[in-house]
C-alpha cells in the first residue's frame, strides 16, 4: 500500500460506522472554511520560505481533499480515483506541446494554448470569463481576470499607459469625493484599486502578495511603534498622532 493509499484508507475508517464522530459529522459545506484556510497558510509557508512548515501545511491540505473525495464516495458520486484520473486526463490534453503535437515552445505561446483548449472544452459556456471563479478573493479575482483578458490580446501594450489610467482613476476618485456620492466614491475607488492591481499585472508582481508584504511590513513598524511607547511609559490610544508619526518616520528611517 503506498502511502497515499494508507491515507485514503485511514479517512475511510475515521468516517466509517465505529469511527471518529467528528469525521464522521463533516459534511462539504462544513469543511469549507477549513479547505480555504489550509490553502492560505500553505501560502503563507511558502511566502515566509518555511520548508518544515509547507510540508505540513500541504498534508493539511491533502488531507481536507481526501475527505471531500471520501464524503462524495460514501454518497455514489465520485471516488478519489475519478478526481485523479480527470486531473491527469486534462493535464496530458492540456499539454500537447509536451504529449502530443504542438509548435507552443514559450510561456505565452503556452498559456494561449491551454486558453484555447480550455475554450473548446467548455463550448457550453456563453462568454469567455464565465469560468472565472466567484468565490476568489477580489484582489485575486481581478488579476485573474485581466489575466485572462490578456491572454486573447485585451490588454495594455505598454507600461505607460496603465500607469495614465491609475492616473485618471485616482482623479475620477478625487471628483467623486468632492461630490460627496457614496456610490460614485465607492464605484471610482474600485476602478483606481481594478487599475493598480492592473499595473502590478503589468510589472510582473502577483498583487495579493505585494499587498500582503505591503500589509506584513506595517504590521511590524505599528509593533516597533508600540514597544516605543511602552519604552516611554505611554500606551496606544492615549499618544496623539504627532507623536506617533514622529516615532513611525524614525522607525522607517532605521
Not at 46 to 71: C, P, Q, S, W, Y
Not at 76 to 92: P, S
Request: proline residues 2%.
Amino acid at each position: 500500500m503506498s502511502e497515499f493509499e494508507k491515507l485514503c484508507e485511514i479517512v475511510a475508517q475515521l468516517r466509517a460506522p465505529g469511527g471518529c464522530p467528528w469525521d464522521r459529522e463533516q459534511t462539504y459545506e462544513s469543511l469549507l472554511p477549513g479547505l480555504i484556510e489550509e490553502a492560505y497558510e500553505v501560502a503563507g509557508a511558502v511566502r515566509a520560505k518555511d520548508t518544515a512548515n509547507f510540508r505540513e501545511e500541504l498534508g493539511d491540505l491533502l488531507l481536507l481533499v481526501v475527505m471531500h473525495a471520501e464524503i462524495a464516495c460514501e454518497a455514489g458520486q465520485f471516488k478519489i480515483d475519478n478526481v485523479i484520473r480527470d486531473v491527469t486526463e486534462k493535464l496530458i490534453r492540456r499539454h500537447p506541446h509536451v504529449f502530443g503535437k504542438s509548435d507552443a515552445r514559450d510561456a505565452g505561446a503556452v498559456l494561449k494554448q491551454w486558453e484555447a483548449i480550455k475554450r473548446d472544452e467548455k463550448k457550453s459556456d456563453q462568454h469567455y470569463l464565465a469560468s472565472l471563479p466567484n468565490a476568489l478573493p477580489a484582489l485575486m479575482r481581478a488579476q485573474k481576470a485581466q489575466s485572462k483578458a490578456a491572454r486573447v490580446n485585451f490588454d495594455w501594450a505598454e507600461l505607460h499607459d496603465v500607469i495614465a489610467k491609475v492616473e485618471e482613476e485616482l482623479e475620477e476618485t478625487k471628483s467623486a469625493m468632492a461630490s460627496q456620492d457614496r456610490q460614485q466614491i465607492e464605484d471610482e475607488i474600485g476602478d483606481l484599486l481594478f487599475a493598480v492591481v492592473n499595473l502590478a499585472r503589468k510589472c510582473k508582481l502577483d498583487a495579493e502578495s505585494a499587498l500582503q508584504a505591503a500589509t506584513d511590513k506595517f504590521v511590524a513598524r505599528f509593533d516597533r511603534l508600540e514597544d516605543e511607547l511602552q519604552a516611554r511609559g505611554k500606551r496606544l490610544g492615549d499618544v496623539d498622532l504627532g507623536e506617533m508619526d514622529a516615532i513611525w518616520d524614525a522607525i522607517k528611517k532605521r
